[in-house]
């Protein structure tokens, strides 16, 4: 399948900082990203969809200007946590696809701890 | 809008033995595929199989099977003769083929254990 790079893999930043995640596609060209994050022991959480070259699409409860997500190649989507807190802490993992109807595959996912 | 329901929230298995993992669905539209996933402890997401909504056999990868009962909106997984690296969370998804985003939605997941 193709390869989607997640980075960092894990980051821990102090409270009111913001991390930037990176989400690249290797071999492929994203037309589409998504952003999940994941609590423990839960489902993973659909944050947003990003298109390359538009704004990202929210999900219901989801703070756009808390989660700062920017599409601006095919290959590349980040994720821009701002003024971090504790309750933010968690697993976020990206995914990718080429096209409509495509597989979309999966980042190895980043561990943010917030302290 | 679309739903998936994972009703077992932990699964055991004695290795070599096979294991259903059930998952049903909620739709209105017609087109959709479903997807099993596998996370393991280090958390990525492991494409197991797909199974198209208008396709008219059960999606078979190897050990992984699909039971797709579409009356009843359901899409288990089957995993025969299991071994222990099977042991992780196991995830139901769905996607819907509208207009729209063709979201991924999950289910709440299965924590398989395969015992020795």
């Known amino acids: 399948g193709a390869v989607v790079s997640q980075h960092p893999s894990w980051v821990i930043c102090k409270s009111g900082t913001s991390v930037k995640i990176e989400c690249r596609s290797l071999d492929f060209q994203a037309t589409t990203m998504f952003w999940y994050r994941q609590f423990p022991k839960q489902s993973l959480m659909l944050m947003a969809t990003?298109?390359?070259?538009?704004?990202?699409?929210?999900e219901q409860g989801v703070e756009k200007d808390k989660f700062l997500i920017n599409h601006a190649s095919l290959t590349l989507s980040t994720l821009t946590v701002t003024s971090a807190h504790p309750e933010d802490s968690s697993f976020y993992i990206c995914s990718a696809r080429f096209g409509r109807n495509t597989e979309a595959f999966f980042g190895q996912g980043t561990r943010l701890t917030v302290v | 809008a679309q739903k998936i329901t994972q009703t077992q929230p932990g699964m055991f298995v004695q290795e070599k033995e096979a294991v259903t993992l059930d998952c049903t669905y909620d739709t209105s539209d017609p087109s959709y595929g479903l997807f099993w996933y596998k996370q393991p402890s280090s958390g990525e997401m492991i494409f197991l199989i797909y199974q198209g909504s208008y396709d008219q056999q059960n999606a078979t990868e190897g050990r992984y099977s699909l039971n797709f009962q579409k009356a009843r909106k359901s899409a288990n997984l089957v995993i025969s003769a299991s071994q222990l690296g099977d042991s992780a969370m196991y995830f139901c998804?769905?996607?819907?083929?509208?207009?729209?985003?063709?979201?991924?939605?999950f289910g709440t997941g299965t924590r398989l254990l395969v015992s020795p």
């Open positions: 990003s298109n390359e070259g538009s704004k990202a699409t929210y």
């Open positions: 998804a769905m996607r819907e083929g509208g207009t729209g985003f063709q979201k991924l939605v």
